[in-house]
């Protein structure tokens, strides 16, 4: 990444008082506040919640704001921004691209497996 890819922000289509850089950092156009994804429960997902009037929000995931901001368009019925690495937290643009249900899951089984091996190289379980 460069210093320019955090300086080229893009606006949300249908969205239009907020922008995405590539980093994958999402502001308000106009005061410049920089939105700070949460979690749902039970979930690794990173989203936002974005106003499309006041009190009126929609929540998007920060991979599918990031990809849309850039694409100018949303994706469609059937397809999703998956994350080419695995890594939920890492929505730069460089590591999104649109997959189908098969993709989802291979990234999930991909987490699983990350997460299994540095559990394994910290001790494992525990025989006592």
Not at 101 to 127: K, M, P, T
């Amino acid at each position: 990444m460069y210093v320019e890819d955090s300086e080229y922000w893009s606006t949300v289509p249908g969205f239009e008082h907020y922008e995405a850089n590539r980093l994958g950092v999402i502001k308000r156009k106009e005061t410049g506040f920089i939105l700070k994804p949460f979690r749902r429960k039970r979930g690794s997902t990173r989203y936002v919640r974005l106003y499309t009037t006041p009190g009126e929000a929609r929540e998007r995931s920060v991979a599918s704001v990031v990809w849309a901001a850039f694409y100018k368009r949303w994706p469609d019925k059937g397809l999703y921004v998956c994350h080419a690495d695995g890594d939920l937290d890492n929505n730069s643009l460089d590591n999104l691209f649109l997959g189908d249900r098969a993709d989802v899951r291979r990234n999930q089984r991909r987490r699983d497996d990350i997460i299994w091996s540095q559990f394994l190289a910290e001790g494992g379980l525990a025989n006592g």
